[in-house]
């Protein structure tokens, strides 16, 4: 954790000198060097000072880089395929337990059943599918949405005549290769 580069990196996106801080927070120029040199390790009373003052909350002072936004641009996505290679998944993002993904089926694609533990949340971008689990079976069309939990056998069908695009997230670590090539 590197809060010191983590407040200076935020004090010059903002534009603030090392003065300007003293004069909000009440600290030495000294210690506001030292603590952005990590030559010191403030108090939480003084970092919440130091949050105050740049307008952030004290959280964010304290994540590791690895911890902060996640950014996956669109021409570096991870993409494969399951199901004999006719389902396309992009992997779009992923943090901690959770993963999204854009998944797409040819005409009469299925995902096989499937079950795993985590939740999953479904927004149907294109086409025309058929979700089911155990007794629930839905038709869904572009802009409807769905969710459930995936300890429970289910199953996602392409019944349209055209691919059909789904956006998918899971809040468990999970292979959608896995889940998808059954």
């Known amino acids: 954790m590197d809060i010191g580069l983590a407040i200076r990196t935020i004090r010059k996106q903002k534009q603030i000198t090392i003065m300007q801080m003293c004069e909000g927070t009440g600290l030495s120029k000294g210690f506001i060097s030292n603590v952005e040199n990590n030559k010191t390790s403030p108090s939480i009373a003084t970092l919440e000072s130091i949050a105050d003052y740049l307008e952030v909350p004290l959280p964010y002072l304290l994540l590791s880089p690895e911890q902060r936004m996640n950014v996956v641009r669109k021409d570096e996505r991870k993409e494969t395929t399951a199901g004999s290679g006719q389902i396309k998944v992009q992997h779009l993002t992923a943090k901690g337990a959770m993963r999204m993904s854009i998944v797409e089926l040819p005409a009469g694609a299925s995902t096989g059943v499937n079950k795993h533990a985590g939740e999953e949340s479904h927004l149907v971008l294109q086409g025309l599918i058929r979700a089911e689990q155990c007794e629930d079976v839905e038709i869904l069309e572009?802009?409807?949405?769905?969710?459930?939990?995936?300890?429970?056998?289910?199953?996602?069908?392409?019944?349209?005549?055209?691919?059909?695009?789904?956006?998918?997230?899971?809040s468990k670590e999970l292979d959608l290769d896995h889940l998808l090539d059954k």
């Open 142 to 170: 572009a802009g409807d949405s769905f969710s459930w939990n995936a300890i429970v056998p289910h199953e996602v069908t392409n019944i349209g005549e055209e691919p059909a695009v789904v956006l998918i997230a899971v």
